[in-house]
Every structure is written in C-alpha cells, then in structure tokens.
C-alpha cells in the first residue's frame, strides 16, 4: 500500500527514490513494484491532463435510460464517441452515466440530440453540466479511509485512565473497596 500510495504522487519516481520513501532497499522496491504490475494492481501508467489548456473545457455528466433488450447495440455506439470519457452502468432512474469531455455546450448539445437520442438502445438522457471538479483522485486505496479516521479523530479527554464517553468495568469487590474509601 506505502508503494501504492508514493505513485499515487509520483508515478514516475525512480525506484530508488520509491524505496527510499517507502523505507525498504531498492531491489525490495523493484522486486515488490514488478509483482503489483504482474498481479494486475498496477494496470498501466498514464498521464494526468488539463483538459481546458487542450481545448476540452466543458464536462458533463449524461444520464441515460436504456431500452433493456438493446444493450449490446449501446454498448457498440458508446465506443465509438471519442469525446466519452467514462461510462458506468448505474441503478435508480438512469442505467447508465457518461462523462464527457468537450470544446462547448454547443458540443453537447450536438452530441445529445443528434447522437444519443438516434441511437435505437436510448430511450431518455439527462444532462447535467459540471461547473467544477472539487476533487479528483487518481485512485483511491484502503489505507486512505484509516488514514482519514485517524485525522478526523479529536483528542480524547480522560477521566483516570478511562477515556471520556467510554465506560470501564470494575468487579464487584473493587468496587465496593472504591465506595468504602470515598463514603
């Protein structure tokens, strides 16, 4: 996870600078990375755009409702769109979510009316326009939600040894002693 998380950053640190960030020798390093490429967590290598200083400013989210029997046929019209960016089939009212990535609204417009609402497998769309990307991670790994909990996590005030808000049990006998010393 410690190397998963350094490529998150960097993915094209060296391995010796990986090792020495995740604290292990440099042929431990390449050793470990070479079997996260082989086991197929580490998929490919790629990288990260800005998508308005390459003329592709306007993203948008468009939901769309397949006719059930068609799917193979959406599936078919959907790759061959370059400006889809993602897809995902999806539950609740729509079945599937399209990301795309486009000069202008204009764009959509011409890509919903004249591509999407002809292809025979859609039945409906909804397009939402996305006015900003407030976060985007490259991926996301276990490690990040203990690490997030830790940091959340507010410094505990303690009563004794016990910490607030939580209870300690005390046997009978040690109990009745603590009230004898106090009464």
Not at 63 to 85: D, I
Not at 122 to 130: D, L, N, Q, R
Not at 131 to 150: F, G, N
Not at 174 to 182: M, S, T, V, Y
Request: aromatic letters at 6%.
């Amino acid at each position: 996870m410690k190397i998963l998380e350094v490529l998150r950053e960097n993915g094209r640190i060296s391995v010796a600078a990986l090792a020495e960030r995740v604290g292990i020798s440099r042929a431990n390093a390449y050793t470990r990375f070479e079997a996260l490429r082989a086991d197929g967590a580490i998929k490919r290598f790629t990288a990260e755009i800005d998508h308005v200083r390459t003329g592709l400013g306007i993203t948008a989210l468009i939901f769309v409702t397949v006719r059930q029997q068609m799917w193979k046929q959406f599936r078919a019209e959907l790759a061959r769109m370059p400006e889809v960016e993602y897809c995902a089939i999806t539950t609740g009212q729509h079945d599937a979510m399209i990301q795309v990535r486009v000069s202008d609204v204009a764009a959509v417009h011409t890509m919903v009316t004249d591509r999407l609402a002809n292809i025979p497998a859609v039945k409906a769309t909804e397009t939402v326009f996305i006015l900003d990307e407030v976060l985007r991670r490259p991926y996301v790994l276990p490690s990040d939600r203990d690490q997030a909990r830790h940091a959340r996590r507010p410094a505990q005030e303690t009563q004794g040894d016990v910490p607030l808000g939580k209870m300690r049990f005390v046997g009978a006998a040690e109990g009745r002693a603590a009230l004898r010393k106090d009464g």
